[in-house]
Every structure is written in structure tokens, then in C-alpha cells.
């Protein structure tokens, strides 16, 4: 089995070589890293783009607004590095809509990076498929496949309020739980733990 550091090794080479950045190449290298990581087919995706990256002219998101719009395909990458580069701005949309973007399991992973920077879950719907980034600790979806998608018609991003799971109630009930661990703090302990006491070695 191919380890995760060779992953990250190989495919920032891979996207150097294809014509990005070097900067851009240590994005990916990280980005496919965590894609296999969480089972998703990474290694697919990106070596099929690469295959037709150069021979087609996708449009670049430089900007990020809350509608981004195409006649063309964006590239996933440049639109993933813009939503990184500027996760602080997206908190002003609360919801993000991209049409037309090429290869979107590539743009998962700079959304789970932009979930752990600004401290929000990210709930993100590529046409029919549904994805819950927490932090980027966990991804949640309803897609299971291993296949390329080369395309999606309409990308949505939707930022999630953070709350409990749980109710107050349910929180009191197990806090009280655990004061039973509390150790009383008897006269004999204060005056172990006050310091030097009546002794000074000095």
C-alpha cells in the first residue's frame, strides 16, 4: 500500500509538473493526502485532470462571491485555493453557489480546510451527492462510489450554525454525574499542598 507521505510527496510533484505553482503543488499534496485519507478517490481525480487540464481552458474563480457563474468549467483548484485564501470573507455569504466546476472531489478538501479555519461545519451538496465537513476532522456523505465525476452542474456551500447535539438538561444531568469524582479538600490536604509548611530547608 502507497503510504500517505508518498501520496503528498508524488502529487505535489504531479501538480508542479502539470503547470501550478509550487505553492499551489504543496496545497494539493496535502489536499489528495487527506481526500484518501478519508476514503474518497483522490489519486482518480487528480490524475484524470491532469490528463486534460492543459488541452482545455477552465475559467478561474479569483474572486469568491456568493453566485460564481461559468459558461465554462472552473478549475476546482484555483476555485479551492480562492475559497482558502479568503475563508474569512465567505463568513459574509453564509451560503455559496458555484455553477459548472470541473472534477468537484477535488474542491472537498479546501472546503474541510476552510471548516477547521473558520471554525464552522460546512454543509456542501455537488448536484446530488451531500457532504458534512466537521472541522476538518470528519467527513460525512451520502456518496459511497469510487468513480471520477469530471463535472458538476451546481456546487452549493452552506455554512452551519455551530450548536450542541444535546440539551441542557442532558448536560446538567452528566455534569452532576461526574462531581461524584470530586475529591473534598479535608484540612490535612490544604496543608499538604500549601507549600513549604512549618518546614524550611532553606
Known amino acids: 500500500m502507497i ?4 501520496i503528498d510527496t508524488t502529487v505535489k510533484r504531479a501538480t508542479k509538473a502539470a503547470g501550478f505553482s509550487w505553492g499551489i503543488a504543496e496545497e494539493m499534496g496535502k489536499n489528495i493526502r487527506l481526500l484518501e485519507m478519508f ?16 488541452n482545455n481552458k477552465f475559467e478561474n474563480i479569483k474572486t469568491i462571491s456568493k453566485f460564481n457563474l461559468s459558461n465554462k468549467y472552473y478549475c476546482p483548484i484555483i476555485a479551492g485555493t480562492n475559497i482558502l485564501d479568503q475563508s474569512s470573507t465567505i463568513l ?15 474542491f472537498i478538501p479546501f472546503i474541510s480546510r476552510t471548516s477547521e479555519i473558520i471554525g464552522k461545519r460546512i454543509f456542501l451538496k455537488i448536484d446530488n451527492k451531500e457532504f458534512l465537513f466537521n472541522f476538518n476532522q470528519s467527513i460525512y456523505s451520502n456518496y459511497l ?22 440539551s441542557e438538561e442532558e448536560w446538567t444531568e452528566l455534569y452532576k454525574l461526574s462531581e461524584r469524582t470530586f475529591v473534598e479538600e479535608s484540612d490535612d490536604l490544604k496543608q499538604k499542598s500549601a507549600g513549604a509548611g512549618l518546614t524550611d530547608n532553606d
Open 3 to 6: 503510504s500517505f507521505s508518498e
Open 39 to 54: 476514503g474518497l478517490p483522490g489519486i482518480k481525480n487528480i490524475n484524470q485532470y491532469f490528463k486534460i487540464y492543459k
Open 92 to 106: 459574509e455569504f453564509n451560503e455559496i453557489e458555484i455553477k459548472n466546476l470541473a472534477f468537484p472531489l477535488l
Open 145 to 166: 462510489s469510487g468513480d471520477i465525476i469530471e463535472k458538476s452542474e451546481i456546487t452549493q456551500l452552506k455554512l452551519l450554525e455551530n450548536k450542541n447535539s444535546f
